[in-house]
């Protein structure tokens, strides 16, 4: 322990839950659609297609098919081992010890871990009562610390708030760091800035392949930005960073966009299911612009009774006490949590 770094020795391991429950309505994971459906086609894999070499280090024909994907040039791609391994790129990319880095919270937790871990001093501006947050205290608070880099997750993990376009716009006009949209729920949403990495020098789109895809287990996300952000994110990314097989699934998996816009329909209307339904009960629910709910209960310990019934969602801590987030599940799993939940208030009530 005592050859540990200062700051390694204070982190708390990130520990995803591996309870095994009949319904998994915790991690925000798109169904198995594309996967199964590439496995009914059968899985051949093209002549010259060999595991004994090494990877295609760029992963040429995987940016080709991002590229169609959403509609952008693959020389403004770069493809990573989940968008994990994006956001540590960024901060091996650009931050030295003591710089700062600056995010809305609450937030995904990844890039105060990643903070931690490369000795970044980590700063997080307060959202508004309801979750919606005020970009003029963002930027002021830029102007006064004058980070390295921002992240912007949007919509955003937990709260699903979505930040308009042209607020961010605003946040690009008076900052002069690295902003770092993170994307991962778009989807789900709309107003993607994928189409304006061409008209700022400092702004990175992240995208995964992880939610709206239904493909976390292959772990592929991918960074979109400009040519010269490009050419030294490269520098630092690590020769072969993505199997082929990973690399051979996602090639496949994004020719079906058809599939994926049903998909992700198919989702929204579940969604709103949810959302009528929780209202319905009388619970705090926010507006949700991902794949997930972020809703506040004052039953005591609710993650836990729904666990009983065999139903993962995910609870908070600190601020967020009280507050969860649920997964948008296929319809019948939706049903049965919207089930137990009624069974729950009854005992409580009772
Ligand atoms: C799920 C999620 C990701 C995706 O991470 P991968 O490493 O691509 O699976 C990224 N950012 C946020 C905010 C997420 O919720």
């Not at 490009?230 to 990314?237: C, H, L, P």
């Not at 629910?285 to 969602?313: M, Q, R, W």
Request: proline share 3%; charged share 30%.
């Amino acid at each position: 322990m005592k050859l540990v770094r200062d700051n390694i020795k204070k982190l708390q391991e990130y520990k995803p839950n591996e309870d095994t429950c009949k319904i998994k309505l915790d991690a925000n994971e798109g169904r198995n659609f594309l996967f199964k459906s590439i496995k009914e086609d059968g899985i051949k894999f093209p002549e010259g297609f060999d595991i004994n070499v090494y990877p295609d280090n760029d992963a040429a024909l995987l940016r080709d098919e991002i590229g169609k994907y959403i509609n952008v040039d693959p020389k403004n791609i770069v493809a990573g081992n989940g968008s994990s391994e994006l956001i540590e790129l960024i901060m091996k990319t650009y931050i030295d010890e003591g710089d700062s880095i600056v995010s809305f919270v609450p937030t995904f937790s990844m890039y105060m871990i990643f903070s931690q871990i490369y000795s970044a001093n980590f700063i997080g501006v307060e959202s508004n009562e309801d979750f919606s947050v005020d970009m003029d205290k963002l930027i002021q608070k830029v102007d006064e610390i004058n980070p390295k880099v921002i992240f912007l997750c949007n919509p955003n993990n937990p709260t699903g708030h979505l930040v308009k376009k042209d607020k961010i716009k605003k946040l690009l006009d008076n900052i002069d760091c690295i902003l770092v949209v993170d994307e991962a729920y778009i989807e789900f949403a709309e107003g993607s800035m994928v189409d304006e990495i061409l008209n700022y020098e400092n702004l990175i789109v992240l995208r995964t392949l992880s939610k709206a895809l239904g493909l976390a287990g292959i772990r592929l996300g991918y960074m979109v930005t400009n040519e010269d952000i490009i050419r030294t994110i490269n520098k630092v990314k690590s020769p072969y960073n993505l199997n082929s097989i990973s690399q051979y699934i996602g090639i496949n998996a994004l020719k079906n966009k058809d599939r994926i816009a049903e998909y992700v329909k198919d989702v929204k209307i579940e969604r709103e299911f949810l959302y009528n339904s929780l209202t319905q009960l009388s619970f705090q629910v926010y507006e949700p612009n991902g794949n997930f709910i972020f809703f506040k209960s004052d039953i005591k310990d609710l993650d836990a009774k729904l666990e009983e019934k065999g139903i993962l969602i995910r609870a908070f801590s600190d601020r967020l006490n009280n507050f969860y987030r649920v997964t948008v599940g296929e319809g019948w799993q939706n049903k049965e949590f919207i089930k137990s939940l009624k069974e729950i208030l009854k005992d409580e009530n009772s």
